[in-house]
């Protein structure tokens, strides 16, 4: 796959694996597929967009062990408001995905923020276990979007989401087979303020 596909399908399969491990129907048997990986998708993601064979093997094991998790356990509001951007602007699910998976974690932070120490130390985040949980949290959405913009994804969704279309797509996000998973219960008036964070 070209540099492109393969980060948006990565990115992709590291939102599976991350939200997987905190949506509220997450289990000890899901969370050890998700955890693993995560490990793997952050360790080889890199390589498999700069073509290493090593790089590619990781994540086709990644991406598999990851839908192994998520399929038992269900998603959360990352994906049910990248769904609605991918069909109204065919943007690439991946990338949607990617952008999508900060302001998530960001908004799932009181409920779920614990949770992210775990998956901070799958990343290999230097110095976790020394933090605080809120301090962990944050080095862990960090580690995130470095991941995201190493590999090539933009930043947020200036030139892809258009305002008048936000009202639509909180509804669609919200109706979603994906959100109720989430672990923090939501709002179409919340979601709406999620979408407009990323063009303000």
């Given at each position: 796959?070209?540099?492109g ?5 990565g990115?992709d ?11 509220k129907g997450h289990?000890?048997i899901?969370?050890?597929f998700?955890?693993?990986?995560i ?5 080889n993601l890199?390589g498999?967009?700069?073509n290493?064979?090593?790089?590619r093997?990781?994540?086709a ?14 998603l ?5 408001m990248?769904?609605?951007l ?21 908004y799932?932070?009181?409920?779920a923020?614990?949770r992210y120490?775990?998956v901070?130390?799958a ?8 933090m605080t ?8 959405i ?16 200036k030139?892809?989401?258009?305002e ?12 979603d087979a994906c959100r ?18 990323q063009?303000d």
């Amino acid at each position: 796959m070209p540099k492109g596909l393969t980060a948006a399908t990565g990115m992709d399969a590291l939102t599976h694996a991350i939200e997987g491990y905190i949506t509220k129907g997450h289990c000890a048997i899901s969370d050890m597929f998700h955890l693993e990986a995560i490990r793997l998708i952050a360790k080889n993601l890199r390589g498999a967009v700069q073509n290493t064979p090593e790089g590619r093997e990781g994540m086709a094991l990644g991406q598999y062990i990851a839908g192994m998790g998520f399929s038992n356990v269900g998603l959360g509001i990352v994906h049910s408001m990248a769904h609605g951007l991918s069909a109204l602007y065919d943007t690439p699910h991946g990338v949607a995905c990617a952008i999508l998976l900060p302001v998530g974690l960001e908004y799932n932070k009181p409920v779920a923020g614990k949770r992210y120490r775990a998956v901070g130390k799958a990343m290999e985040v230097p110095g976790i276990d020394a933090m605080t949980d809120e301090e962990a949290a944050d080095a862990t959405i960090a580690a995130v979007k470095k991941l995201s913009a190493d590999v090539g994804i933009p930043a947020n969704l200036k030139g892809i989401l258009k305002e008048e279309d936000i009202e639509f797509l909180s509804e669609s996000a919200y109706a979603d087979a994906c959100r109720p998973g989430n672990p923090r219960d939501t709002s179409v008036e919340e979601i709406i303020e999620l979408y407009r964070s990323q063009i303000d």
